[in-house]
């Protein structure tokens, strides 16, 4: 129906001197395919081999993940007089998806480490992590990789981390700028630990979508459990 088709997208807040803007890429093309797979999460490190450990227990929520292709082309653009379009083909679309994996260093400078240096005869040395015996502390900061909201439709908006991208460039023109391509993602949603340490103005956001998805899925699982009821009850040995 007309004017009820989405779009997918990619959401990363990047900073910047005065506010942070957000990096949205909306699928030119939405995947025809995507891969969602779990992963049986980690089993819970036992304290003894006693007769009350449960061997049942894991450590957390399992593992998600989604992969998928996306499909870019500069010839519509191109051909409507895009200026950006005709300057650089895809390539910008293609920079916004390879900076998602580059590292940025944490908002307000919440996430450090620290260095330890030390004065010897021989001169200054520093070791990072604090692992020098002696010496002063100081902190510095590091940086994270950025947390990215994968958007697909209203019911599956999950905070994710871009594990994978690779991009294979099929056509160019004469500056050789790539006018179509083909990219893979692979993308893992975080875990509740993991959004605990997210900073920065993604950090509430990241935690409703996730919250939201799971409550969603809870959700349609229980609706599908009454729609089954009536068709389990004669399989039971009860």
Known sequence: MPGTFMKGAL????????????????????????????TQPEAAASAGQGRNQNPLAVRGMPGESFSFSLVMDANDQIAEGNPLAKVSGIASRLAALEMLLYPTRAFGGGLLGSVSVSVSAGGISASLGGSASAGVKRDVPQSEVPTVLFVWGPGRI??????????????????LNPTHAEAQLDLRVLTPEELARVSGPLKDVAKAAYTYSQVLRQ???VANLANSVESIVGMLPL
Do not use: C
């Not at 803007?21 to 909306?26: A, G, S, T």
């Not at 999950?158 to 500056?175: A, F, H, N, W």
């Open 11 to 38: 959401i990363e807040f990047m900073p910047t001197l005065l506010i942070p803007l957000p990096n949205v890429i909306i699928f030119q093309f939405n995947p025809e395919t995507i891969r969602h797979v779990w």
């Open 158 to 175: 999950v905070p994710v981390r871009v594990t994978g991208l690779s991009i294979e460039e099929k056509l160019y023109d004469g500056l």
């Open 219 to 221: 959700g349609l699982a």
